[in-house]
Protein backbone atom coordinates (compact mmCIF):
# COMPACT_ATOMS: atom_id res chain seq x y z
CA UNK A 1 0.00 0.00 0.00
CA UNK A 2 1.70 2.77 -0.86
CA UNK A 3 0.17 5.44 0.97
CA UNK A 4 1.43 3.16 4.50
CA UNK A 5 2.67 5.50 7.14
CA UNK A 6 6.38 5.31 7.16
CA UNK A 7 6.75 3.49 10.59
CA UNK A 8 4.35 0.58 8.97
CA UNK A 9 6.79 0.00 6.49
CA UNK A 10 9.49 -2.60 6.95
CA UNK A 11 13.04 -0.81 7.06
CA UNK A 12 14.89 -3.05 5.02
CA UNK A 13 12.81 -4.05 2.77
CA UNK A 14 10.05 -0.92 2.21
CA UNK A 15 7.44 -3.02 2.69
CA UNK A 16 4.27 -2.96 4.91
CA UNK A 17 5.13 -4.94 8.05
CA UNK A 18 2.25 -7.65 9.08
CA UNK A 19 4.37 -8.98 12.47
CA UNK A 20 6.26 -5.86 13.65
CA UNK A 21 9.66 -7.19 15.72
CA UNK A 22 11.79 -5.37 17.98
CA UNK A 23 15.54 -6.15 16.94
CA UNK A 24 17.05 -5.52 20.64
CA UNK A 25 20.41 -5.21 19.79
CA UNK A 26 20.14 -2.19 17.36
CA UNK A 27 16.20 -0.88 18.87
CA UNK A 28 15.09 -1.16 15.09
CA UNK A 29 11.48 -2.57 14.13
CA UNK A 30 11.47 -4.81 11.38
CA UNK A 31 8.90 -7.38 9.74
CA UNK A 32 9.40 -11.00 11.26
CA UNK A 33 9.51 -12.75 8.13
CA UNK A 34 12.54 -10.44 7.12
CA UNK A 35 14.97 -11.01 9.96
CA UNK A 36 14.34 -14.64 9.59
CA UNK A 37 15.04 -14.52 6.61
CA UNK A 38 17.93 -12.64 7.71
CA UNK A 39 19.14 -15.23 10.61
CA UNK A 40 18.95 -18.35 8.50
CA UNK A 41 21.38 -16.82 6.04
CA UNK A 42 23.71 -14.82 8.70
CA UNK A 43 22.79 -14.43 12.65
CA UNK A 44 24.13 -10.83 12.84
CA UNK A 45 21.56 -8.08 13.01
CA UNK A 46 21.35 -6.35 9.92
CA UNK A 47 21.72 -2.73 11.13
CA UNK A 48 24.86 -3.08 13.25
CA UNK A 49 26.55 -6.50 12.46
CA UNK A 50 25.95 -7.49 16.36
CA UNK A 51 25.40 -11.26 16.96
CA UNK A 52 21.43 -11.79 16.82
CA UNK A 53 19.42 -14.61 18.36
CA UNK A 54 15.91 -15.11 18.57
CA UNK A 55 16.04 -14.65 22.44
CA UNK A 56 17.00 -10.80 21.35
CA UNK A 57 13.70 -9.71 19.12
CA UNK A 58 10.51 -9.81 20.91
CA UNK A 59 6.78 -8.57 19.25
CA UNK A 60 5.75 -5.09 18.72
CA UNK A 61 1.80 -5.69 19.39
CA UNK A 62 0.93 -2.28 20.02
CA UNK A 63 2.29 -0.96 16.35
CA UNK A 64 0.84 -4.41 15.01
CA UNK A 65 -2.46 -3.45 16.03
CA UNK A 66 -2.12 0.24 14.84
CA UNK A 67 -0.95 -1.55 11.54
CA UNK A 68 -4.03 -4.18 11.45
CA UNK A 69 -6.39 -1.43 12.02
CA UNK A 70 -4.95 0.68 8.77
CA UNK A 71 -5.01 -1.81 6.77
CA UNK A 72 -8.85 -2.48 7.93
CA UNK A 73 -9.91 1.16 7.43
CA UNK A 74 -8.59 0.78 3.96
CA UNK A 75 -10.20 -1.88 2.84
CA UNK A 76 -13.31 -0.48 4.23
CA UNK A 77 -12.72 2.68 2.17
CA UNK A 78 -12.21 0.76 -0.75
CA UNK A 79 -15.07 -0.64 -0.44
CA UNK A 80 -17.38 1.97 0.03
CA UNK A 81 -16.01 3.60 -3.21
CA UNK A 82 -16.75 1.00 -5.18
CA UNK A 83 -19.80 0.50 -3.65
CA UNK A 84 -20.73 4.60 -4.18
CA UNK A 85 -19.10 4.14 -7.86
CA UNK A 86 -21.16 1.07 -8.95
CA UNK A 87 -24.49 2.65 -6.95
CA UNK A 88 -27.03 4.27 -9.95
CA UNK A 89 -29.26 6.69 -9.53
CA UNK A 90 -32.56 6.44 -11.51
CA UNK A 91 -31.69 9.77 -12.48
CA UNK A 92 -28.02 9.19 -13.59
CA UNK A 93 -29.78 5.89 -15.21
CA UNK A 94 -32.02 7.51 -17.28
CA UNK A 95 -29.54 10.20 -18.47
CA UNK A 96 -27.23 8.00 -19.74
CA UNK A 97 -30.23 6.43 -21.82
CA UNK A 98 -30.73 9.28 -23.03
CA UNK A 99 -26.95 9.75 -25.05
Do not use: C, Y
Not at 36 to 41: E, I, K, P, R, W
Amino acid sequence: MADAPENFLDPLLLTLMKDPVLLKTSGNIVDRSTIATQLLNDPLDPFNRAPLSWDEIEPVAGLKAEIESWIREKVADAKDAKATATVATPEAAASSMDM
